[in-house]
């Protein structure tokens, strides 16, 4: 009976997965994307030069270890089925041996409809055989945008007038089905489900494998749409935790639209938001305060926290706003923002955050320690500006 038992306990163990879902993402993923800067134009050689700069920057010792390639770089399926990438991307797996070669890991894009956004050929019907493709190519990271497949929604929802879950159910079924396929290859592959926020996906993206799910509708290279993502997170800190996490879309810094505090305020709450970050720039064309801001020790130490915990809005006045994010060792990060078109002065309480005889101070955007401070803290920001502070004991 012991030789039984130990001969099952072998036999479960050799089909396990090597790997959680928890320890897949523990963190939030960081690394960069191609959508945000070069959209439908990406080549190979833009992504082999993205990989080349993480690492010469020093962004991949900082934690940004993703290179994710976004949507258009799929050609046909030959009769067999399988998915050839474009002219662009002669080689998928070699681009794979490319970034995995640096130190980094492999990102790529698909979608449940038979298109994807850009009008290229999604996986419907195919997961299985592509989730075996991804692995083969050593892929670590996919994309899964809803896009097309909202046109089988809104035809099952036709079908089902009396049922009015209908839609949400066959795009439920349909994200399941490429988490099964993925889990099925035994490759650690982080799954990331790009659905705009569609039923809720922090209800139910975790029971799909899922290890990141987008909150919202497409970022870009604005204040007002930033904050409009960012703000909006409110309340959603409940549902991130390690190997799941909200993702309030990529990261803009560097794109050249917004202004440098409007810049700090987008890192500022994304940290604070425990979100992925994935930087959305021409990494070859950097200047040295997007760098400061996109590496800046304590802002992704704040974000990669392993007490694992997202931040939360502490309270609003017009358009200032304090949120916090518990940290371990008994600290809490802060962001202040002034939304505001003046200077304006926002404060904290200590004492309402678990300080009630004070703490230490530290202000990671100026990389300095601002000693002991007790009661109310005031830091005076410009317009749309941040503050970013770690109190600890």
């Known amino acids: 009976m012991r030789l039984f038992a130990s001969l099952l306990c072998a036999l479960l163990l050799s089909v396990a997965p090597a790997f959680s879902q928890t ?23 833009d992504v082999r030069s993205a990989a080349d700069a993480l690492v010469s920057t020093g962004m991949r010792d900082a934690g940004y270890v993703y290179v994710n390639v976004d949507d258009t770089w799929q050609g046909k399926r030959d009769a067999q089925g399988v998915l050839h990438p474009n002219e ?24 449940p409809g038979e298109k994807t956004c850009g009008g290229y050929a999604g996986s419907l019907g195919h997961e299985e055989q592509d989730a075996k493709m991804y692995a083969s190519w050593g892929v670590d990271f996919l994309k899964y945008d809803l896009c097309s497949f909202q046109d089988n929604m809104h035809k099952a929802q036709a079908e089902h007038p009396n049922d009015p879950n209908a839609a949400n159910n066959l795009m ?12 099925a290859t035994g490759r650690p592959i982080v799954y990331s489900l790009c659905q705009y926020g569609v039923d809720q996906p922090w209800k139910w993206g975790p029971g799909l494998g899922a290890n990141m799910w987008r909150t919202t509708d497409d970022i870009d290279d604005s204040y007002g749409r930033m904050i409009a993502i960012g703000f909006s997170q409110a309340g959603l800190s409940k549902y991130a935790g390690p190997g799941h996490w909200n993702d309030p879309d990529m990261l803009e810094i560097g794109n050249g639209k917004m202004t440098a505090d409007e810049y700090k305020t987008h890192m500022s ?25 996109l590496m800046n020790k304590d802002a992704i130490a704040i974000d990669q926290d392993s007490l694992g915990k997202q931040g939360d809005r502490l309270y609003e006045s017009g358009d200032l706003d304090v949120w916090t994010k518990p940290l371990s060792g008994g600290r809490v ?3 202040l923002f002034n939304r505001s078109w003046s200077v304006r002065e926002v404060s904290v309480d200590l004492g309402q955050i678990g300080f009630p005889n004070g703490g230490s101070v530290r202000d990671v955007w100026e990389k300095k320690d601002l000693g002991h401070r007790s009661g109310v803290v005031v830091e005076t920001l410009p317009k749309h500006g941040a503050a970013l502070l770690i109190v600890g004991k």
């Open 23 to 45: 320890q897949l993402a523990a963190t939030p993923p960081m690394g960069w994307n191609s959508w945000n800067h070069f959209a439908a134009h990406v080549t190979d050689a």
């Open 172 to 183: 439920i079924a349909a994200y399941r089905k490429m988490g099964d396929a993925l889990k």
């Open 333 to 335: 990060a802060v962001g």
């Open 88 to 111: 662009r991307f002669p080689d998928m797996k070699a681009l794979g041996d490319y970034i995995h070669s640096k130190g980094l890991k492999f990102g790529i894009y698909s979608g």
């Open 269 to 293: 709450l994304w940290v604070i938001l425990a979100a992925p970050l994935l930087a959305g720039n021409d990494l070859s064309t950097m200047t040295e305060a997007d760098k400061s801001l």
